[in-house]
């Protein structure tokens, strides 16, 4: 009778606290352009590490920003594409762009605004644009001297994520092209 009780007891605690809480997963493609480029100064000598790659910078980028809309593709589509939500963010980094090179993001924001008009946004920790060497890919979804980038988002609200793509910038294209996905955990 004594063990009945307590299984009853144990069993009522257990309901009582319930499952531990679920995470949700939200996603989608963006494609959009780098609006501006960010204003760059000089600084002193420093070295910054950044994922695996170790890199010694001597220039500043603050305010670099894009803006997109969302999509289903994994390559850049033009806006009739667009599932009618928006993508956009500001970052800043450190080194100096170009083929052969990385950069190393050094914070910044970033925001998703699905169709219905909830937003998610929040900030960007770090990351890092890294550009192949010249006539090289690194993603064959990114293609030939595209750079790949990579940044770790926190959710104002709750919650973490990447911000994952490739970065058209070479061969004087203006304004250059972005496309990625957005991936994010959510309480």
Do not use: H
């Not at 963010?89 to 925001?111: D, E």
């Not at 990447?162 to 910038?169: A, E, M, S, Y």
């Amino acid at each position: 009778m004594k063990i009945g009780v307590f299984v009853a007891a144990f069993a009522t605690l257990v309901l009582s606290v319930g499952p531990a809480s679920a995470t949700t997963s939200k996603s989608t493609g963006f494609s959009g352009y780098v609006l501006f480029l960010g204003l760059t100064r000089s600084i002193p000598s420093t070295q910054f590490a950044c994922d695996d790659t170790t890199i010694t910078a001597s220039r500043k980028t603050t305010g670099a920003t894009f803006s997109g809309w969302t999509d289903t593709s994994s390559e850049w589509v033009s806006p009739v594409s667009s599932t009618g939500g928006l993508v956009t963010g500001s970052i800043n980094y450190v080194g100096a762009p170009g083929l052969g090179n990385t950069v190393c993001i050094t914070g910044g924001i970033w925001s998703w605004q699905l169709k219905s008009g909830k937003p998610f946004f929040g900030s960007v920790g770090g990351g890092y644009v890294q550009w192949p060497p010249n006539g090289a890919s690194f993603n064959a979804d990114c293609g030939m001297d595209v750079a790949v980038f990579f940044a770790d988002v926190s959710v104002a609200t709750g919650g973490s994520g990447t911000i994952v793509g490739c970065l058209n910038d070479q061969n004087g294209l203006i304004p250059p092209k972005i496309w990625g996905t957005v991936d994010l955990t959510l309480p």
